[in-house]
């Protein structure tokens, strides 16, 4: 005990005290404990932990963790209250007793709220960007300053709408903190008459603006308002500038209710403030000439980087206030978008939102799924995706009109009469529509999110498929040996179970292709990628071809004279466009499989083995899901191998997939002269097709006798379909 206390002693004479804010008590005395944990590290081998009575790993796991200031926002505040930081003037009302100063600053405080806005729909937390300002925290402080308060009404609207149309679409799990609000005053006293109180501030400067057009300042028109500020020659220029951005936010605002209005009625009409927006925005790009050219003092090299138009720093921000007051927001310091890349940001998002105002809501759920998919090509981000999900599934239904039931029966190729049947409250059924709105929520995510849910009900959709064909074996062996099969809800039945499997080997495909799109397969997994993608997709083309049929026998049924048979029906029976589409795609993966297997096998493709797992074990890891739901069938890594192991150059060139694949491009291009989409899919299927067709007739040819040739695969042509690239080294 006495050694103890000797050693503490020791430690306190030759540590100095540190200069802490928090000061030292009875019991407790700072010291700098820096070179006793450097002598501790010297004794650490590499791979030990200190362990004591009272510290170890557990405890160390537990502990709090101090490190840079960056990496935790809470670490540094300038001030620790909102009051404390009015009192500081750090948001002065008015801005400036110079009417000139007062304008800037106004203007400059709208720019960083258009900067921190959009950070925010970046991921980033509302208390740290749009609340960050003190002026939105305080909502009564800027009553006195009716263009600042008005503005400010808007934001906390438009925050609300946004936070409301995320949190019902449900796609706030990819980043938790969009929605939370942490107790910030999104509703201020008056905010519920935002519009009335901007258009009224609109009109004001609107007048004031007509007056500066006069000549002189003598022949200003009686009804003018008093001047924005004392420079006469700067006074429409900042009348300008000012009502592009009121006008900004009060159609913006104007978009974001439209839209939400239900069935999609609002569409048109947020269009038309869609294209005011998109107008107002050059206005505000625009202006930044003038403000950075009249904002004295500030250099004009940094500007790119600025949150405002001007350059300046606004008033009335402080990003750190928030981080005392708000438990839950997160430890991390944020940097905002500047303001030109936060106007690119607005610009794109409207322009995601007129797609979504454009679509035309059709009610097959093939051109739902085909236009969600193409729309996310454009990488929309969290509010746009958002709104387009609101759009597809309200109240249980699709654009909240279409019952699931109808939508399903449409979809399997089934007649109108179908969709008012009695057994459409069936628990598979219901159990189905919604699966199909599970699905159009997911497609509706962001690609990686979307890639783990979709592995993830792939096992709903198969599991839903086999209850319901052991319930039509179960319900319909009895009918189907007494009426041979003209029962109208076993045909019904009969139709949505092909359509069930069809859309599982379609999720599976998306699911496979996705992949690609977010790089998680290195190069010397593509082959089994492209394997397995064939396979499936050979599925989902038996599935469609099977389902034509069906639908073509249901229709030509009811017209056939008495004593037609089956075979007559089918005779004029044509293979679906959708189907040669699809073989083109199944053409071009087996080719890409066979090649790379052949590369593999005669050594001429640099494989770099995994110092981690092995191939089966990647096999698995890619396709664990799928395998789980048995998709397809009995197919396994042997299946993979025995499939590829006998691949040689030489018999690719004499059965060559890659023009089979432009032949069929060719022959069906014809059927798709109204669907552009599909014309550039084909177009870019037969230029990926071409290419590979000529590198595997120039490795066929000098590969063998060229050991220097290298070969590698880009996605220059196509997201997923690659090509090879013939070099030497």
Not at 40 to 64: V, Y
Not at 392 to 399: A, F, R
Not at 494 to 502: D, G, N, Y
Not at 557 to 572: E, L
Request: net charge neutral.
């Amino acid at each position: 005990m006495a050694d103890k206390e000797a050693e503490e002693r020791t430690v306190g004479a030759h540590a100095p005290q540190m200069s802490s804010p928090i000061p030292s008590g009875e019991h407790t005395v700072w010291a700098d404990v820096s070179p006793l944990l450097e002598a501790a590290c010297g004794d650490l081998q590499d791979g030990e932990l200190i362990h004591g009575e009272n510290f170890n790993l557990f405890s160390a796991m537990s502990a709090l963790e101090i490190m840079d200031p960056k990496m935790d926002s809470g670490m540094i505040c300038k001030y620790y209250s909102v009051d404390e930081a009015i009192e500081n003037g750090a948001a002065p009302i008015p801005l400036s007793f110079d009417g000139t100063v007062d304008v800037q600053c106004t203007i400059d405080i709208m720019d960083h709220l258009l900067s921190c806005e959009a950070t925010w729909h970046k991921g980033h937390s509302l208390a740290q960007t749009v609340f960050s300002c003190i002026y939105l925290l305080r909502p009564d402080r800027t009553s006195s300053h009716a263009l600042l308060h008005s503005y400010c009404s808007v934001i906390r609207a438009t925050c609300k709408a946004v936070i409301a149309v995320v949190s019902d679409a449900r796609t706030h799990e990819e980043e938790d903190l969009f929605i939370m609000a942490y107790g910030l005053p999104l509703s201020g006293d008056g905010d519920e008459k935002c519009l009335s109180m901007l258009n009224a501030v609109e009109e004001t400067i609107c007048r004031q603006l007509r007056a500066c057009k006069s000549s002189l300042p003598k022949s200003r028109a009686p009804e003018a308002a008093e001047p924005l500020q004392s420079n006469f020659d700067l006074e429409e220029d900042y009348c300008r500038a000012l009502l592009c951005r009121l006008r900004f936010r009060k159609h913006f605002y104007h978009v974001l209710t439209c839209m939400r209005r239900p069935q999609g009625r609002g569409l048109e009409l947020a269009r038309k403030h869609i294209a005011s927006c998109l107008l107002e925005l050059d206005l505000i790009r625009n202006s930044s000439t003038f403000l950075s050219n009249n904002s004295f003092g500030m250099s004009k090299d940094g500007l790119e980087d600025m949150t405002t138009a001007s350059g300046r720093q606004p008033l009335g921000f402080d990003s750190s206030l928030n981080c005392r007051l708000s438990a839950p927001t997160p430890p991390r310091a944020i940097k905002l978008l500047s303001w030109k890349k936060a106007v690119d940001y607005f610009v794109k998002l409207l322009h995601d939102l007129d797609n979504i105002c454009s679509y035309s809501l059709d009610p097959l759920l093939e051109g739902v799924f085909r236009f969600v998919v193409q729309f996310q090509k454009t990488q929309p981000d969290l509010v746009a995706r958002s709104l387009l999900q609101f759009l597809l599934v309200q109240d249980g239904k699709l654009y909240g009109r279409d019952p699931l039931y109808a939508v399903i029966t449409k979809a399997a190729g089934l007649p109108e009469s179908a969709k008012n049947h009695e057994n459409q409250k069936n628990q598979y059924i219901v159990q189905l529509g919604q699966l199909v709105i599970n699905l159009l929520k997911v497609l509706c995510t962001n690609s990686a999110w979307q890639r783990r849910k979709l592995g993830k009900i792939l096992q709903d959709w198969r599991v839903i498929y086999m209850q319901m064909e052991m319930a039509f074996k179960r319900d319909f062996s009895e009918i189907l040996s007494i009426s041979n099969g003209e029962n109208a809800w076993m045909k019904i039945f009969q139709h949505i179970l092909v359509w069930v499997e069809e859309q599982t080997y379609w999720i599976s495909t998306r699911f496979l292709v996705l992949g690609f799109e977010l790089e998680l397969y290195s190069p010397s997994e593509y082959c089994m990628v492209y394997w397995y993608l064939s396979v499936v997709l050979i599925k989902l083309v038996e599935k469609i071809h099977l389902r034509a049929l069906m639908s073509n026998e249901t229709g030509k049924r009811k017209g056939k004279k008495k004593g037609a048979s089956s075979k007559d029906i089918g005779k004029d029976f044509r293979i679906p466009p959708a189907v040669s589409f699809l073989q083109c795609q199944i053409c071009l993966a087996e080719g890409l499989l066979m090649m790379l297997a052949a590369l593999r096998n005669e050594h001429m493709i640099v494989q770099s083995p995994s110092p981690f797992n092995s191939e089966y074990e990647r096999f698995f890891q890619h396709f664990e899901l799928l395998q789980k739901a048995c998709i397809p069938d009995n197919i396994t890594f042997d299946s993979y191998e025995q499939s590829t192991r006998l691949a040689r150059i030489s018999n690719l060139v004499t059965y060559n997939c890659f023009k089979d694949a432009q032949k069929i491009a060719k022959e069906v291009k014809s059927s798709f002269s109204n669907d552009p989409e599909k014309l550039a899919e084909l177009r870019r299927i037969e230029l990926v097709a071409e290419h590979n067709s000529v590198a595997l007739n120039l490795i066929h040819k000098v590969g063998a006798l060229d050991p220097s040739l290298k070969i590698s695969f880009e996605f220059n042509h196509h997201p997923y379909f690659g090509t090879a690239l013939v070099k030497r080294s």
